[in-house]
């Protein structure tokens, strides 16, 4: 059972940086995809970035491309969201999400592909 921590969230003015982690545990020693989510209020889960363990593959939203790095740390078993150039539109609850299959397209950011979930952190970004 992959077990999921987010840390990092907080408020920050636009323009500004912040950093999520996302520390797993209960791996099995297969790839897997790591993926962050968003969800504002009254919105839909919508995906941000994805990465694939095994080789590093990564993918990104449309409205997060130049803005958002996503990386991931083998030895701590942790994944990293790096956040750039925040607008007050970024606000949402951020979720870490895993999920033992990978593809090279935009159905790696679709929420419903993904088994295992953290509790989410909140990201507010001041105007």
């Known amino acids: 059972q992959v077990q999921l921590v987010e840390s990092g969230g907080g408020s920050v003015q636009a323009g500004g940086s912040r950093r999520l982690s996302c520390a797993a545990s209960?791996?099995?020693?297969?790839?897997?995809?790591m993926g962050w989510f968003r969800q504002a209020p009254g919105k839909e889960r919508e995906g941000v970035a994805t990465?694939?363990?095994?080789?590093?593959?990564?993918y990104y939203a449309d409205s997060v491309k130049g803005r958002f790095t996503i990386s991931q740390d083998n030895a701590k078993d942790t994944v990293y969201l790096q956040m750039n150039s925040l607008k007050p539109e970024d606000t949402a609850v951020y979720y870490c999400a895993a999920t033992a299959s990978y593809w090279a397209d935009r159905r790696t950011l679709d929420p419903v592909r993904y088994n295992y979930w953290g509790q989410g952190t909140q990201v507010t970004v001041s105007s």
């Open positions: 990465i694939y363990t095994r080789g590093g593959y990564t």
């Open positions: 209960g791996y099995t020693g297969r790839g897997y995809s």
